[in-house]
Nanobody, 115 residues
């Protein structure tokens, strides 16, 4: 598998929205789930959301459930994270991962939410 590549991070005001994209071009992309993690300064990397290989199954951390939506487009080999009602505590580097063992990680994209 190729390492995924994230994009779409940036600066947004609290209450705003942002969409992250992740492209994973490996030929077995459709055989694996995908996930988003995030890491804030001084904190451990934490799980955010995941989506099954066909896009039907999704899972979210308690802190983002109801605000974030994960989806995927297998024809484009892309997974998305729609983030709504953003809060300052959402500020972190967001990483995309292919759910292989071990995971294949992207380089991350910075999301900063101002109050």
């Amino acid at each position: 598998q190729e390492h995924p590549v994230e994009s779409g991070g940036g600066l947004v005001q609290a209450g705003g929205s942002l969409r992250l994209s992740c492209v994973a071009s490996g030929r077995t992309f459709t055989n694996y789930g995908m996930a988003w993690f995030r890491q804030a300064p001084g904190k451990e990397r934490q799980f955010v959301a995941s989506v099954g290989r066909n896009g039907a199954y999704t899972s979210y951390s308690d802190s983002v459930r109801g605000r974030f939506t994960i989806s995927r487009d297998n024809s484009r080999k892309t997974v998305y994270l729609e983030m709504n009602n953003l809060k300052p505590e959402d500020t972190a580097v967001y990483y995309c991962a292919v759910e292989t063992t071990p995971r294949y990680w992207g380089q991350g994209t910075q999301v900063t939410v101002s109050s």
